[in-house]
Each structure stands twice: as C-alpha cells, then as structure tokens.
C-alpha cells in the first residue's frame, strides 16, 4: 500500500509544522508533499519556508505564496466580514515585509501542481481546485461541478488545500468513481480543533487500506487489482498560546491570535 503524508496551509506557523513532521516521521512515511500556503497569517514565514526547503517537501504554490512571492500586493483571499479583510491586509502587510527577496524567489518559482500515477490511478495535487490556485473547494460544492473539473483535469484523485478542513468526497464520474481529498491545515484550523491538522492519503489494494480506514471504494483496475483510496486524519497537539503570543509580539491582529486558538 502507498502512504502519502499531504501537508498544507502552514501559513507562517513554524511551531505547528514541526509538530506535524515529528508525527509523520513516527509513523514511518518518506513519501510527503506540501500543497501550499507557506506563509501569510502567522508569526514566522521565513522559518517555515527555510524549514520545508531543509527538508526538501515537495511544494507546491498557494495563493498566498505567488501573492508574496510575485509581490504582487495581494493574496488573492476571500473575506467574508470588514474584520477579516482588515486582518487580511495586516497579515499581508506583515509577511511582505518578513520575506526577504531570496525566500520570494523561491516562492514565486514553485510549480502551480504536481501529478503522479498509481496502477493507472491519476492524481492531481492542487492548492484551491484543478483550474484555479485561489479557488475554495468547500465540503458542500455540488457533485456535478467537481466531477467536471475533475475529467477537465484528467485526474482521478484530486487532491487540494485552501479550505482548511480536511474531508474525503466520493463521487461518480462519467468513466468511473472520482475522489476529492481536502488536507486541512498545519497551521490556521478553520473546523473548531485548533490542533495542526495533516492527512495521510492511502492508495493500494482494498484490504490493506480497509484495514486502516472504513469506507474506501475502488476507483480504477489496473490488471487484476483495484486501486482502492481512503484517508486517515491526524491531529497534532502543539503550543497555540506561544504561537499567538508570538503573533502579537509581531505585531499581528489580535483577532488572527485569538481565531488561531479557538480555530
């Protein structure tokens, strides 16, 4: 069975993302890639790029990433309220300012998705959706609409970041089941648990991965085997109320300290 540790959203959140590699590294897996959102939000944005390049995570670029990195001036984030767009542009504000020129270039030069096959099973790791970096794939999206996008990217197993909570779809496609796999975040909860928060993708026979997750259904056959997909959530306790003290001392909102402890 192929284990693959999905990271994403660590948004500047160094603390986190060393609590969430200490988790996958005791459980065994070397197969890790990061689906965006380095930074923006949090105290230390710096350190978590240097941190993901020591490492060498195969990253991908999140909005807020080509934001930062193109120094464009803007994330291209959605605000729901006046307070989050105000919170917004600080964190932007700050983080511009955090990111020297070198960590920009690096940030700017990193691929927008990456792709790789299992058995004939296609899979798509993306930030916000297949056609569009800054694009929210939220849990209750129509079935029809991820399906087309789907077979518009000519994946199976869609794979993204952005939203900030993790979930697992199943749906029917035209030529077969489509599995749409969200990774929450490492560093900015947005489902109540403020815990750092990564997803475990597993793809390989179906009593293997029924044996670690309930639920998986069988998306291609190659040969004579069916590539089953399920996942597993993992949680990770780590030091909120330093991270947030933190972000005051940078200078952060005090609302961004708060959300990130209450998530």
Same mark, same amino acid.
């Given at each position: 069975?192929?284990?693959?540790?999905?990271?994403?959203?660590?948004?500047?959140?160094?603390?986190?993302?060393?609590?969430?590699?200490?988790?996958? &590294?005791?459980?065994?897996?070397?197969?890790?890639?990061c689906l965006g959102d380095l930074v923006?939000?949090?105290?230390?944005?710096?350190?978590?790029?240097?941190? $993901?390049?020591?490492?060498?995570?195969?990253?991908?670029?999140?909005?807020?990433?080509?934001?930062?990195?193109?120094?464009?001036?803007?994330?291209?984030?959605?605000?729901?309220?006046?307070?989050?767009?105000?919170?917004?542009?600080?964190?932007?504000?700050?983080?511009?300012?955090? $990111?020297?020129?070198?960590? @920009?270039?690096?940030? @700017?030069?990193?691929?927008?998705?990456?792709?790789?096959?299992?058995?004939?099973?296609?899979?798509?790791?993306?930030?916000?959706?297949?056609?569009?970096?800054?694009?929210?794939?939220?849990?209750?999206?129509?079935?029809?609409?991820?399906?087309?996008?789907?077979?518009? @990217?000519?994946?199976?197993?869609?794979?993204?970041?952005?939203?900030?909570?993790?979930?697992?779809?199943?749906? &029917?496609?035209?030529?077969?089941?489509?599995?749409?796999?969200?990774?929450?975040?490492?560093?900015?909860?947005?489902?109540?648990?403020?815990? !750092?928060?990564?997803?475990?993708?597993?793809?390989?026979?179906?009593?293997?991965?029924?044996?670690?997750?309930?639920?998986?259904?069988?998306?291609?056959?190659?040969?004579? &085997?069916? $590539?089953?997909?399920?996942?597993?959530?993992?949680?990770?306790?780590?030091?909120?109320? @330093?991270?947030?003290?933190?972000?005051?001392?940078?200078?952060?909102?005090?609302?961004? !300290?708060?959300?990130?402890?209450?998530?």
């Amino acid at each position: 069975m192929r284990r693959i540790a999905l990271l994403s959203d660590v948004h500047g959140n160094l603390t986190a993302l060393d609590a969430v590699w200490q988790d996958v &590294t005791s459980r065994v897996l070397r197969e890790v890639y990061c689906l965006g959102d380095l930074v923006g939000y949090g105290p230390d944005p710096e350190g978590v790029v240097d941190r $993901i390049r020591a490492l060498e995570i195969p990253t991908i670029q999140g909005n807020y990433d080509e934001g930062i990195g193109n120094r464009r001036g803007d994330c291209g984030c959605y605000y729901a309220t006046d307070q989050a767009r105000r919170d917004g542009e600080a964190s932007y504000a700050f983080t511009s300012r955090a $990111i020297d020129d070198d960590h @920009a270039t690096w940030l @700017a030069g990193l691929p927008p998705a990456m792709r790789f096959e299992e058995h004939g099973v296609r899979v798509l790791l993306a930030h916000g959706s297949p056609r569009r970096v800054n694009e929210y794939l939220l849990p209750d999206r129509s079935e029809a609409l991820l399906v087309k996008l789907a077979v518009a @990217a000519s994946a199976d197993v869609v794979c993204v970041g952005h939203v900030h909570v993790p979930y697992h779809r199943v749906l &029917t496609g035209p030529t077969g089941t489509v599995h749409y796999v969200s990774a929450g975040s490492v560093g900015k909860s947005r489902d109540g648990d403020n815990r !750092a928060c990564w997803v475990e993708l597993l793809l390989g026979d179906g009593g293997e991965v029924q044996s670690a997750v309930v639920g998986d259904t069988p998306i291609a056959t190659a040969g004579d &085997t069916d $590539i089953h997909v399920g996942i597993v959530v993992h949680r990770v306790r780590y030091d909120v109320d @330093a991270v947030a003290a933190a972000m005051r001392r940078a200078g952060l909102p005090a609302t961004l !300290a708060a959300a990130l402890r209450s998530a």
